[in-house]
């Protein structure tokens, strides 16, 4: 067995697993049901949000999983109480709000990027901030300059060093003029927790409008915020002097939810998604629908299946909202292996997300990577330079194989692929998985997988 690496170790031992590996005899269609919590990419950024505030907070739906487990270590090591007051549920503190130690801090966050949105709101209180280096899955380059020159833009000073980087604003937060070269969430996000307390009026352009992103916008308005979302990715926020705690139950996880319907698809199964819901996946459903997959939609959730006969070839081009998601991609190839013909898969967000393809080819998938994408009369998505695409012939038998997990959503895409798979694959570094997938050893088990852990 592989030994985990520091942060899978970290990750898998927030969230109770005692094992890096797990053996898969795959073949075995998935069925039964889900329940998906509040998405990753909402509720870590909710718990943020709660340093402005100076009244208690109350998140509802909080997914059991690393980052949030992150997050929680490092509000409490700047003083916020952080309670768990049911299962799902925190109470949010922010009374005692205190300078935390940059080694601490940097030991806790490990290698997330969720550090570097504590940067407007601990200008707010505290007047300075400091972030470590920033990791995250080995999916691409995610630059930090889009954050920079937004808190420049607010009056923040930024000073690098060997420990990491220091942000001060003497003269406080202004209200700035802000044009995103790319609708990047992260920066978005940042523009939002910042501008909410900075005296003045801030105009962002090229913003990003994910879910996540308006259930943060929502957050932040029960708070006392006034943020007016305008058309063409233009967002104004009005800064107000003082914010109050919000109560708030976390928008369901999209990504998990496509997952499942994927792994469902995969695997010539029939799952049903509790608390996934048609209007944020909308996108999906149609993907999902031209592959030959089915769906009934309900009102507590949706039904994904494989209804019988040949699953079709597609061409997806990923791109951020209301376009297909990146994070959607992986796990959608593992089921593409199985479709009859060429799909092709265009992604235009990160660079290097296809690097969990390899070991699907080890196990059988016939796909070809194109590092510099590649031309097409049909294309709806701009070219960006650092694009890349993928080829998938189908259908392709999947065999078992060993497999060590790369990052998040290619990690859950090669769960998929043992899953669907004839014969045994030992599949190592799941602690990862845990930074996105709430109890998922539970579901599989709950799903009819067969699996075992490697000791």
Known sequence: MNSLTKDAQMAAERVGLTSDSIIIHGGKPLRGRVDVR???????????????????????DVPDISDVGVVTGMLGAYGVSVEKIAPGELRLDPANVERAHFAKIDALAGSSRIPILFCGPLLHRLGEALIPDLGGCRIGDRPIDFHMDALRAFGAIVDKSYEGIRLTAPDGLHGAHIELPYPSVGATEQVLLTAVLAEGVTELKNAAIEPEIMDLIAILQKMGAIINVEPNRVIFIEGVEKLSGYDHRALFDRNEAASWASAAL??????????????????????????GGAFDIQ??????????GALKPVVVETDVHPGFMTDWQQPLIVALTQAEGRSVVHETVY?????????????????????????????????????????I???TPLHGADVEIPDLRGGFSHLIAALTASGTSTVSNIGIISRGYEHFIDKLADLGADFVYEG
């Open 38 to 60: 509040g998405a990753k990419n909402l509720a870590t950024k909710a718990m943020v949000a709660a340093l402005l505030a100076d009244t208690p907070s109350t998140l509802r």
């Open 266 to 291: 995969a695997t010539g199964g029939d799952i049903f998604v509790a608390g996934a819901k048609q209007q944020e996946l909308m996108t999906f459903l149609n993907i999902f629908r031209k592959v």
């Open 299 to 308: 009102e507590d959730g949706i039904r994904f299946y494989h209804p019988g």
């Open 351 to 391: 660079e290097n997300r296809f690097g969990f393809t390899d070991a699907l080819i080890e196990m059988g998938a016939d796909i070809v990577v194109h590092k510099d994408g590649l031309e097409s009369v049909t294309r709806r998505v701009p070219r960006r330079p650092l694009e890349q695409a993928a080829v």
């Open 393 to 395: 012939v189908g259908p």
